[in-house]
């Protein structure tokens, strides 16, 4: 019953309100009210502006009579005429509004040239992270993994990427991205030069650790951000002979030297410098069928009998071998398993360091020498001594380690 009471009322009010809106049409043109008009609110609507404000504007919040009730059309029109129009407000700039414009043209000015700038369409850029795909992630060990990323702007400038490589080694930062924490990592050479929108990484995951972790556990299709390239050590032009002591995933600056060297710098490898990497592993896992060219032949024996005994050659170990049949002559790559007891000693050494030693070049210019110390923070200091840290940044740091006793002369020591 209640219900149907409310239904009636809202349809009489309806109908009054449809009334009064054709009394108020009828108003308008005749310049009077309807002389039928009896609807609600009619006293209010014919009533005077309740404030001056209402006044001015017309507004009457009491009832829907914008006008004032008159009853001839000319006087009606009259005190239209004079009516006080409502003061307008007039656009003033302040101090205020003058910096906050200035403020928000500067803004977009920078925005703007921001995205103009074609050292944004580069696949890599120092200065800020760009996303890449990860496309895949193959396992090398139990700890390591190379992961496959692809950059999203395809088809873009690779002119830093290049340079890069021309420079020798380098590396990348990725992003973890919800703690907003970067580390840096160093691209392994490119399979196919003609995929330059590729980034290899050579990740091993440490425990706990937070980036590593992270670029192990996401899933094909994950947006990884990088930086870069930064070149950490750039190799000299007139280089003749590097030794380089890769220590686990030190193997990766040492590729990058090797493809700088024999990809980037030289036409035919009977030029290129001399390379012997020397590279250590705790397990023989990590080097699987990577055999130690160098050592007595119970270690060799070792090696073998262990590698057969393991599945079939890693990624990485293909990648070393297939560089040492491509440059034979000139690259030698030396397998050390910490668990098979072959590691890099001093005695092993100094035999390498006098064994590359040639005093002068044929033409009588003295041989450029250089020794390169990459991996973990404990393989770097016992070989070289640590790096340390001035203004905020790392430098080398005094020479340490076995390379200082053994003081190796005529070679140039650089930790990576
Ligand atoms: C130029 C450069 C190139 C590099 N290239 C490579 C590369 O190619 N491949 C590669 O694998 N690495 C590379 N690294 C190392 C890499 O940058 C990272 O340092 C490494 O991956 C570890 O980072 P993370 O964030 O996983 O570990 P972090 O979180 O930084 O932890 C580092 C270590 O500290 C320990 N730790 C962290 N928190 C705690 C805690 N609360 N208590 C106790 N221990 C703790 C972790 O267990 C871990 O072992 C490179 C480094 C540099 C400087």
Redesign the pocket.
């Known amino acids: 019953m209640q219900e149907f009471c409310c239904i009636r009322r809202c349809i009489q009010r309806s109908h009054d309100q449809i009334a009064f809106r054709q009394a108020l049409q009828a108003r308008r043109f005749a310049g009077r009210p309807s002389p039928g008009f009896s609807g609600f609110d009619a006293g209010k609507a014919s009533g005077p502006p309740r404030s001056s404000k209402d006044k001015a504007t017309g507004f009457n919040p009491t009832g829907p009579s914008p006008r004032p009730h008159k009853t001839s059309q000319g006087k009606f029109a009259e005190e239209v005429n004079n009516a006080e129009t409502p003061p307008r407000t007039r656009f003033r700039i302040g101090p205020g509004k003058l910096i906050l414009f200035s403020i928000a043209a500067f803004l977009s000015y920078k925005i703007y040239t921001w995205q103009k700038n074609p050292a944004r369409s580069v696949i890599l850029n120092p200065k800020f992270f760009t996303p890449f795909i990860l496309e895949s992630r193959e396992k090398v060990s139990s700890t390591?993994a190379i992961l496959n990323l692809l950059s999203l702007p395809r088809g873009q400038n690779t002119v830093s990427v290049s340079e890069a490589w021309r420079s020798g080694v380098w590396?990348v930062q990725v992003m973890?991205p919800e703690l907003q924490?970067a580390?840096?990592?160093?691209p392994l050479p490119p399979i196919e030069e003609t995929e330059p929108e590729q980034v290899r990484?050579?990740?091993?995951q440490?425990?706990?650790?937070?980036?590593?972790?992270f670029l192990h556990k996401i899933n094909r299709g994950t947006i990884v951000h990088l930086r870069g390239p930064k070149v950490?050590y750039k190799i000299p032009d007139d280089v003749d002979e590097i030794l380089f002591l890769a220590g686990g995933?030190g193997i990766?600056p040492a590729l990058q030297v090797a493809h700088t060297l024999y990809n980037h710098r030289i036409k035919s490898t009977e030029q290129g410098p001399e390379l012997r990497i020397l590279w250590a592993n705790r397990r023989r896992e990590d080097s699987i069928h990577g055999l130690e060219s160098s050592s007595s032949q119970l270690a060799q024996a070792k090696s073998i009998s262990a590698a057969l005994s393991q599945p079939s050659q890693t990624r990485l170990v293909e990648e070393v071998e297939s560089l040492k049949a491509r440059h034979g002559g000139k690259v030698i790559v030396d397998y050390f398993v910490d668990e098979e007891g072959s590691y890099i000693s001093e005695s092993l050494l100094r035999t390498y360091l006098s064994g590359m030693d040639q005093t002068a070049n044929q033409d009588g210019t003295p041989r450029k020498k250089v020794v390169l110390v990459s991996g973990p923070e404990g393989f770097v200091d016992a070989f070289a001594g640590p790096k340390t840290w001035q203004g905020g940044m790392e430098i080398q740091g005094p020479l340490g380690g076995l390379l200082k006793k053994i003081n190796p002369p005529g070679w140039e020591i650089w930790k990576?």
């Open positions: 390591s590396s973890q924490i580390r840096s990592y160093t990484l050579f990740v091993r440490e425990p706990q650790g937070e980036v590593s972790t950490e995933t990766a990576l």
